[in-house]
């Protein structure tokens, strides 16, 4: 029962670089999120997906672009890193909102470093 | 902007003890969910609370929901190493996404 699977789980760029963050999920949940996790503090959510070719900007969405496709994959994009951007990284998936008893489901997290 | 407040920050305690955490807010919310994190891992669901005052018991873990529906706290009873985590509260924000609180860190040391 793989649930929310992201790649890779650790990863180390230079200032200016770009890369893709990917979220997959297997469970035809229609709503999928990306948040980060700065040290000592809790999520912020950069962009999410309430359905295939739907997305929306969260509470920190500069410097990132999401596309979603398919609805079970939701994969993150990095575009010229900067050292703000080191941090670790969720991808989340629900069947319903909040409101409709949703339980939001995490994958293992995506631990980046911008040097 | 509604903001959640978790309290303490930070908590070291003996396996055995008792503890409860707090999870304040100024706004009023529909429901509020708590999460475990461990080290290393994705937040886990603990618990959803929807009504004021309600009370749900998952083993030795207490959640409360005040009467306003302003306010949570989780209470651990009889503490053990295999609790220490990240304790999040969360809230239905706008767009239909998960809005968390900072977190209070937990450490239970044998």
């Known amino acids: 029962n793989a649930g929310v699977t992201q790649t890779p789980k650790f990863r180390i760029l230079k200032i200016g670089q770009s890369m893709t963050l990917q979220c997959t999920q297997d469970m035809n949940h229609n709503y999928m999120y990306w948040y980060r996790q700065d040290p000592g503090m809790g999520l912020k959510l950069i962009y999410y997906s309430v359905g295939a070719g739907i997305t929306d900007k969260g509470e920190v969405p500069n410097g990132y672009n999401v596309s979603r496709s398919t609805t079970e994959d939701f994969p993150l994009r990095l575009e010229l890193a900067a050292p703000s951007q080191t941090s670790v990284y969720f991808c989340a998936s629900s069947y319903s909102t909040f409101g409709g008893r949703g339980k939001a489901f995490f994958g293992q997290g995506t631990r980046l470093t911008v040097v | 902007t509604q903001l959640l407040e978790q309290s303490p920050q930070f908590l070291s305690i003996q396996e055995g003890e008792n503890l409860t955490v707090y999870c304040n807010s100024s706004?009023?919310?529909?429901?509020l969910q708590w999460y475990r994190q461990e080290p290393g891992e994705g937040p886990v669901l603990l618990v959803t609370?929807?009504?004021?005052?309600e009370v749900k018991k998952l083993k030795r873990l207490t959640f409360q929901f005040g009467d306003a529906r302003k306010d949570s706290s989780l209470h651990i009873t009889a503490a053990q190493p295999g609790d220490t985590g990240l304790y999040l509260c969360a809230f239905p924000g706008r767009g239909q996404n998960f809005v968390f609180g900072p977190g209070t860190r937990l450490s239970v040391l044998p």
């Open positions: 609370v929807v009504t004021g005052g």
């Open positions: 706004s009023v919310f529909s429901s």
